[in-house]
């Protein structure tokens, strides 16, 4: 399995602000993906991060709010911005599995609390 | 109606007893079954992965798949206290998983 880090671990922001979430594979990987987990509740998938072609994002997500970068194919960064409290939450990115099948594997999270 | 349901539980066990953990699913077109256990204030880790109906077996683990009931199971033999957490479902189609929200279970020593 591949092997995930995420910067920061946790942060504290203030209402406006933006943060940057950095996710490092230590293999190279297609497909990147960014989830976000709300206090006591499921992933839901915000985007999809392919390296050279901008992110696809799902309903209910945009690109204003959560612009993603792709560089390579071991790295990625989603940044939150203009943040308000409803976007206190953990993220998470992962990558697939590198045998093709679907079953990915998660980074640690970012938890990130706004003020 | 949601496409994967779970009961959030919580879950408490004793030591050794046997854990079932369920969901249930809506889309027939999800080919690909998966447990997750996810500690608290870490990522969710791969524990079990499947595509078939039947059973798939693991150290004390076992996955079982009945897709023509819609229905997946993650059991867990000889609990651990090591074992509390939260165990995510997840099913896939065409790279787009879909999890479910996730069962807490606390194994009482």
């Known amino acids: 399995s591949a092997v995930i880090s995420q910067k920061p671990s946790r942060d504290i922001c203030q209402r406006g602000t933006s943060l940057t979430i950095q996710c490092q594979v230590d293999s190279q990987v297609t497909m990147m993906f960014w989830y976000r987990q709300q206090p006591g509740q499921s992933l839901t998938l915000i985007a999809t991060?392919?390296?050279?072609?901008?992110?696809?994002?799902e309903s209910g997500f945009v690109i204003d709010k959560f612009p993603i970068s792709r560089p390579n194919l071991t790295f990625s960064t989603l940044t939150v911005s203009n943040m308000s409290p409803e976007d206190s939450s953990i993220y998470l990115c992962s990558v697939e599995h590198t045998r093709g099948g679907d079953e990915q594997f998660f980074g640690p999270g970012t938890r990130l609390t706004v003020l | 109606q949601k496409e994967v349901e779970q009961d959030p539980g919580p879950l408490s066990v004793p030591e050794g007893a046997i854990v079932s953990l369920n969901c249930t699913y809506s889309n027939s077109a999800f080919q690909y079954f998966m447990w997750y256990r996810q500690y608290s204030r870490k990522g969710p880790e791969l524990l079990m992965y499947?595509?078939?109906?039947g059973n798939k077996e693991d150290g004390r683990f076992t996955a079982q798949v009945d897709k023509s009931s819609k229905y997946i199971s993650l059991f867990i033999r000889d609990s651990q206290p090591s074992d509390s957490a939260t165990y995510l479902c997840?099913?896939?189609?065409?790279?787009?998983?879909?999890f479910g929200s996730g069962t807490r279970l606390s194994i009482r020593p």
């Open positions: 499947t595509y078939s109906s």
């Open positions: 997840a099913m896939s189609s065409a790279s787009k998983i879909i």
């Open positions: 991060a392919n390296q050279g072609s901008e992110a696809t994002y």
